[in-house]
């Protein structure tokens, strides 16, 4: 018997590209969607070749809200489960500085990935079935001098996430929170992280998956992040507002 869709959102980043594997190793067909998508053909033809199962190509730019409508009914089939991969860090020294950059952070952060799963989770909901997955981040549990910028916006999406999952509970519609801490992607890249708090892209992707099966709400990619996030989150403001995390 076939299974249902599995829509990727921001499937060219790294994380996007490994959920894309993960669920078509399960079986699923996959809608790769991004902006250029055309470019994704290889990878297309790659997941094709490899998982037999079927892989089709969307334009999608979560940058023009008023595309996001159109887009969902461009989809061949409505999915059973999306996964928002959409993301963008920026450098917080120039966040700081320049409003439009911190603005492209916040949108391409907050505003595009909230207006589409909201989208989407209106059709389910009638559909009255379905997982939405959306990938925030642990730097959204406390602000911090050094990503404060992308973290207000990862904040925003992690409370978008909880108060759609408490408004979806009882209407067959699951809503997952991924905070994977550090992962090892084009995004980190320049990063100098430590290897035992950094996961691969197909370690959150493996997550996801279980996730998505057992029904989760919230997850932490590396248990060890929950530790940590609530030793920070702990710390009394005066003495945090001198620390430099």
Known sequence: MSKDS???????SDIGLAVAHKFASLGHPIQLAARNVETLKPNRADITTRYKVDVTLHEFDALQPDSFA?????LPKLPLIA????GFMGEQS??????AAS???MRSNYEGPAGILAELANRFETRGSGTLVGISSVAGLRGRATNYVYGSA???????LSGLRNRLAKKGVHV????????????????DLPEWLTAQPMEVAEKIATAVE???NVIYVRSIWWLIMTIICNIPENIFKRLKL
């Open 83 to 86: 996964v928002c991969a959409v």
């Open 94 to 99: 120039q966040n700081e500085q320049d409003l």
């Open 103 to 105: 603005s492209l952070v």
């Open 70 to 74: 159109g887009f969902v009914d461009s």
């Open 176 to 191: 997952v929170t991924v905070l994977p801490g550090f992962v090892a992607t084009q995004m980190t890249e320049n990063l």
């Open 6 to 12: 599995v829509l990727i959102l921001g499937a060219r």
């Open 214 to 216: 057992r029904g989760k």
């Open 154 to 160: 990862k904040a925003g999406f992690t409370a978008f």
